[in-house]
């Protein structure tokens, strides 16, 4: 298992499959991180302006539901939490196009999630911001 970076790092696992979701966040649990699920775009929007919530990274599936899809998401991230790191994970065929229309990198996980992987991702993620 992954050793969490020190500090109380909050994550989103969104996904609306909730086997995969409770799945993977049980396992960043597991990990040491602060884990808040979410089904839909709306809930990570809700979760990121409330102001109790400090979150460092968003693990979202590129097919996520919602009044957003995951990339138009990841776009808001980008304008209204701009510290806020996003992982796309999905289908990397479909996820790759959408990726080169709107956003600068595209998904750097697929489904279905190596757990190991996202959690040493995650870490990259925020030892990057750190810099």
Known sequence: MSEPIS?????IVADGDVLVRNALAAYLRECGYHVIDAATSDEVMTALNEAAVAVDVILADAELAGSLNAFALRLWIGQHHPDVETVLAGNVDAAAKAAGKLCD??????????SEAVAAHIKRLLARARK
């Open 7 to 11: 500090g109380p790092h909050r994550l």
């Open 105 to 114: 990198d595209g998904p750097h996980l697929s489904r279905p999630y190596d």
